[in-house]
């Protein structure tokens, strides 16, 4: 249906949505936060222009992403599910059509289907929907080679905020010193986001007044590190001092009020206990910072609204917010104690050094970025995370996080905005909505037409369905939400959802319409419903490149069909087992098949090395839910073990000297780690025992691709030179 046939018979039928032009259209993601956050969902955190918003429009109370950064952005510019546009996991080839991180030629994105109906496309911010992030790289998924006119932004997933990774003008490589067309008297990446989309919808303006627009603000706020400005942190200062739970009931009690969740919905376990915290000033203080970074984003929206109400075009714009996942439970920068020296201690930077990756070893003026409890999260030379409790806290009043697709991976605020459009004000809709139902949204408000081929390539068919009934308070009709990421998984089905923690979890069941927070499974009482909706969601996974995976689950009640043999070669699961040497050299990887049968068993790893470096992952196995990897941080050794999703670190008391050139580290049967440098030992420490499921994530040698196994921003990749690892399984 296209706007004129839309407008038409909404009048004809003397329903609210308004006869307006084809109206311009924004959509605001924001990073890593959680469902009550903002203040129009529950939160403290000051945010008055997304209040704004949602009292001149709407709040949608059962919107959902994709559980992580990458997916969601892949299938909000798409209208697939992540894996449909090639980026099911994160910025990794995995050998699978669903998993080659970076979006495919089988999907057209947002840009690429509103420009032939006329609109000018720009996009500002995190772009993070292709692997290839250098200059010297391809260039064929960056934001202009996909339909966008103008782009402002990094390429990669999270980095500095005074000085973000692979900051992009176009199709040029920048850095926040060298851009000779934005020099703010200080830098902070937030502000420039805003200010950029404040810059295209003013030039915009200027030389296409008669000419819709599509703008795609893509913000970093509020994922790790923890940065903000001292004035934004001063704002919360001693805020959080009451701890973890005063905070998160004030949040409940103001979401049940506002009527966001059902009477009878129950607040999820509380993760953390206040009373338990040692460093309470220094875990406040992450709480201070993340709350500054979200009301610095709210001030970059207000100047974003104050920009179309100069021009004029404010009732003419239809504007989304959303969040791209759930609140961020990764324990990044958060383990150790390191204090700050009084003076940079390393060779400042050239202006026209570009940082690449997701952490900086250094700032630009030569300070050390530290992490650990002896210093303040806030500044540039700091890298720190806010932490499982707080994570809790903002998932009020869901369960899990981000990376899982339990309610609290899952769950976003939607506010949509558009005074012109529609008559709706301050009002709440219940209807179950996805981010791949924006692009038919964004297209039926614009009239335009989503293709069956592009540039020569057949177009996988939309799997979106369109919001604009829900506009009008009816309902969306769709069969049922799907969803998959590191092996959990779930389908939503009317009321029910039926959802699972890993490969080898059991089916929960959960209705929805009492159990918002998921606290009440009844998969033992409905053993036929979770017997249909496992087969429901097998066969979404096997036609959306899902199944078969490169690794091999077991799904409890839901049997999976046996592969394709032409597809996924039969493994003997005994000639695998029986391999219990490996030696490997630098760059190598070991996916599905070749990987070490890793599960139940003693290990011990030997690594040579040419060349010593004080950073970076040696030999990595697995992700965020199972896995081990052995690593150097600061000069420590560290051996990462992942078990059920929980993380023990053993670290080695001292930094290595740099003339260290074998490492060892051993994984008793009993669970004694025994870690060694050059034949002398550093440290024996008991861990909770073996692995007890086989990693998902791939073995690899000198980087960490994949979910991070230990306290690291992956890929975290070593700065030495590997000669050789051997790997031995008991």
């Known amino acids: 249906m296209n706007r004129r046939?839309?407008?038409?018979?909404?009048?004809?039928?003397?329903?609210?949505?308004?006869a307006a032009p084809r109206p311009n259209i924004i959509i605001i993601l924001s990073d890593d936060m959680g469902y009550s956050d903002v203040g129009c969902y529950g939160g403290e955190i000051r945010t008055?222009?997304?209040?704004?918003l949602a009292a001149g429009g709407l709040r949608f109370t059962q919107f959902y992403n994709a559980a992580r950064c990458c997916p969601t952005r892949a299938a909000l510019l798409t209208g697939l599910y992540p894996h449909q546009a090639g980026v099911g996991h994160m910025m990794e080839d995995r050998g699978r059509e669903g998993y080659r991180g970076t979006l495919n030629r089988s999907c057209v994105t947002l840009a690429e289907a509103l420009k032939p109906a006329g609109y000018r496309c720009y996009a500002v911010g995190k772009w993070h929907v292709t692997r290839h992030t250098r200059p010297e790289g391809p260039k064929d998924q960056w934001p202009l080679q996909r339909g966008f006119d103008r782009f402002y932004g990094t390429i990669h997933g999270a980095g500095s905020y005074f000085d973000p990774s692979t900051l992009v003008r176009d199709n040029q490589m920048i850095t926040a010193f060298t851009d000779p067309e934005y020099k703010p008297a200080s830098f902070y990446y937030t502000d420039a986001i805003a200010d950029q989309a404040v810059r295209f919808i003013t030039e915009h303006h200027k030389s296409h007044p008669g000419q819709p627009f599509f703008l795609y603000v893509a913000f970093t706020a509020a994922h790790w590190p923890l940065h903000a400005k001292p004035q934004d942190i001063e704002r919360y200062r001693n805020r959080y001092d009451a701890g973890y739970q005063a905070v998160r009931q004030a949040r409940f009690a103001k979401q049940q009020q506002l009527g966001l969740i059902p009477p009878q919905t129950q607040l999820s376990p509380l993760a953390g206990r206040w009373d338990q915290v040692t460093h309470r000033a220094w875990e406040a203080r992450c709480m201070e910072v993340y709350a500054a970074q979200v009301d610095a984003m709210d001030q970059g929206i207000g100047r974003i609204v104050a920009a179309l109400e100069q021009i004029g075009q404010l009732p003419n714009t239809a504007l989304f917010y959303l969040q791209d996942n759930g609140a961020c439970a990764e324990n990044v920068g958060r383990t150790g104690h390191t204090n700050r020296a009084d003076r940079p201690t390393l060779p400042p930077l050239s202006p026209d050094f570009?940082?690449?990756?997701?952490?900086?070893?250094?700032?630009r003026d030569g300070w050390p970025v530290l992490s650990g409890t002896g210093v303040m999260p806030g500044p540039p030379d700091t890298f720190i995370a806010y932490g499982r409790a707080w994570a809790n806290v903002s998932n009020t009043p869901f369960r899990e996080y981000k990376h899982w697709v339990h309610e609290g991976g899952i769950c976003t605020p939607l506010i949509v905005h558009w005074p012109g459009g529609t008559a709706a004000?301050?009002?709440?809709?219940?209807?179950?909505?996805?981010?791949i139902d924006l692009m038919p949204t964004c297209l039926e408000l614009a009239g335009a037409s989503y293709p069956e081929r592009y540039n020569g390539h057949s177009i996988t068919p939309m799997e979106g369905r369109s919001l604009v009934p829900a506009f009008?308070?009816?309902p969306i009709d769709r069969p049922a939400l799907y969803w998959e990421h590191e092996g959990n998984r779930a389908v939503r089905q009317g009321r029910w959802k039926l959802v699972a923690k890993s490969p080898?979890?059991?089916?929960?069941?959960?209705?929805l319409e009492t159990d918002r927070s998921e606290m009440n499974d009844l998969a033992q009482r409905e053993p036929e419903r979770v017997r249909a909706m496992a087969a429901l969601w097998e066969a979404w996974a096997r036609r959306s490149h899902v199944l078969p995976w490169i690794w091999k689950p077991a799904y409890g009640e839901a049997t999976l069909a046996k592969p394709d043999e032409r597809e996924v070669p039969e493994l003997d699961e005994t000639v695998?087992?029986?391999?219990?040497?490996?030696?490997l050299r630098a760059g190598d990887t070991l996916a599905g098949a070749e990987a070490p049968r890793v599960a139940g068993r003693g290990l011990s790893?030997?690594?040579?090395?040419?060349r010593f470096a004080p950073q970076g992952v040696l030999v990595a196995q697995g992700g965020t839910a199972h896995g081990f990897a052995l690593y150097l941080d600061q000069g420590h050794l560290k051996f990462a073990l992942r078990r059920r999703n929980n993380l023990t670190v053993v670290t080695s008391p001292e930094p290595l000297p740099p003339t260290t050139r074998q490492v060892e580290a051993r994984l008793e049967s009993n669970g004694e780690v025994t870690l060694q440098a050059d034949g002398r030992l550093l440290i024996r420490h008991k861990a909770p025992g073996l692995l007890v499921q086989q990693p998902a994530d791939a073995l690899e040698i000198g980087r960490d691709g994949g979910g991070a196994v230990g306290d690291y921003v992956p890929p975290f990749e070593f700065g030495g030179q590997i000669g050789s690892v051997t790997l031995r399984l008991d």
Request: hydrophobic residues 30%; aromatic residues 4%.
């Open 425 to 435: 004000r301050g009002e709440l809709r219940h209807q179950p909505g996805h981010v």
């Open 5 to 18: 046939t839309l407008v038409t018979l909404s009048l004809a039928c003397g329903l609210p949505l308004l």
């Open 576 to 583: 695998v087992a029986s391999r219990t040497n490996f030696l």
């Open 504 to 511: 080898a979890g059991p089916w929960e069941l959960y209705d």
């Open 605 to 610: 790893l030997t690594v040579q090395l040419q």
């Open 354 to 363: 570009s940082q690449q990756g997701s952490r900086p070893r250094q700032t």
């Open 48 to 52: 008055p222009t997304l209040d704004r």
């Open 472 to 474: 009008d308070n009816r």
